[in-house]
C-alpha cells in the first residue's frame, strides 16, 4: 500500500496568515492527489483535486501543488471559516490512502 | 441537487453482520465510481471499499477483506456495503463516497451513518 504521511499534525495560526500544509507518498503518485476539509460532526468536503485543481465552489486562497511524491495544500490568507482538519488522500491506486491529517487550530 | 444518503447503521455485538444502503439522487449513478470510507471515533479518515460504475470492479482494504462485500444496485440508484464478522475496531462513521467517473477521489459524501460493536 501507499502511504501518505501529512506534516505538521497540529498547526496554530491566526486569521489573515498563510499556511502550508504538506504531504508525502512513499512512492510517486505522479499528480493523484485531493485534499479535503473536514470539520467537526461533518462530512468530509472535496478541495483540490488532481494536486493542483481547485474545486468548484472553493474560495481561491486555496491552492495545491506537487507531484511524484511531495505536494502542498496552501491557504493563502486564513479565514475564520478555514480552521479544521484537512486531509490528502491518494488515488494513484486502486486502493485508496489518506493522510493522518492536520489539525488547523485558531492561535 | 446530487445527493447521498446512507442508512443501516446501528449496535451490533461482535461477529455480527449489519448490511448499509446509499441511495443517491441527481446524477446518472451508473456512470460514476463510489466508495465506503470510514472514521472511528477521534480517528482520522480510513477507506474500506471502493466500486466500479458497471460494479464489475472491487476494492477493499486489507482490514476488511474477506469480512465487507461492495455492491451496488444501477437499477435503484443504491450502493451497499455487506458487513459480516464485525469487530468493536470496526466501529465507526460510515460515509458513502461518489467518484468523479473512475478518478477515486471523492467529489461528493453522505452525511455518514453510525456504526458500533459491542457487546
Given at each position: ?86 486531509y ?16 488547523l487550530?485558531?492561535k | ?12 455485538q ?24 470510514r ?5 482520522g479518515?480510513?477507506w ?29 440508484n ?17 460515509y ?24
Open positions: 500500500d501507499i502511504q501518505m504521511t501529512q506534516s505538521p499534525s497540529t498547526l496554530s495560526a491566526s486569521v489573515g496568515d498563510r499556511v502550508t500544509i504538506t504531504c508525502r507518498a512513499s512512492q510517486s503518485i505522479s499528480s493523484w492527489l485531493a485534499w479535503y476539509q473536514q470539520k467537526p460532526g461533518k462530512a468530509p468536503k472535496l478541495l483540490i483535486y488532481k494536486a493542483s485543481s481547485l474545486e468548484s465552489g472553493v474560495p481561491s486562497r486555496f491552492s495545491g501543488s506537487g507531484s511524484g511524491t511531495e505536494f502542498t495544500l496552501t491557504i493563502s490568507s486564513l479565514q475564520p471559516d478555514d480552521f479544521a482538519t484537512y490528502c488522500q491518494q488515488y494513484n491506486s486502486y486502493w485508496i490512502t489518506f493522510g493522518q491529517g492536520t489539525r487550530e485558531i | 441537487e446530487v445527493q447521498l444518503v446512507e442508512s443501516g447503521g446501528g449496535l451490533v461482535p461477529g455480527g453482520s449489519l448490511r448499509l444502503s446509499c441511495a443517491a439522487s441527481g446524477f446518472t449513478f451508473s456512470s460514476y465510481a463510489m466508495s465506503w470510507v472514521q472511528a471515533p477521534g480517528k479518515l480510513e474500506v471499499s471502493a466500486i466500479s460504475g458497471s460494479g464489475g470492479s472491487t476494492y477493499y482494504a486489507d482490514s476488511v477483506k474477506g469480512r465487507f462485500t461492495i455492491s451496488r444496485d444501477n437499477s435503484k443504491t450502493l451497499y456495503l455487506q458487513m459480516n464478522s464485525l469487530r468493536a475496531e470496526d466501529t465507526a462513521v460510515y458513502c463516497a461518489k467518484s468523479w467517473f473512475d478518478y477515486y477521489y471523492m467529489d461528493v459524501w453522505g452525511k455518514g451513518t453510525t456504526v458500533t460493536v459491542s457487546s
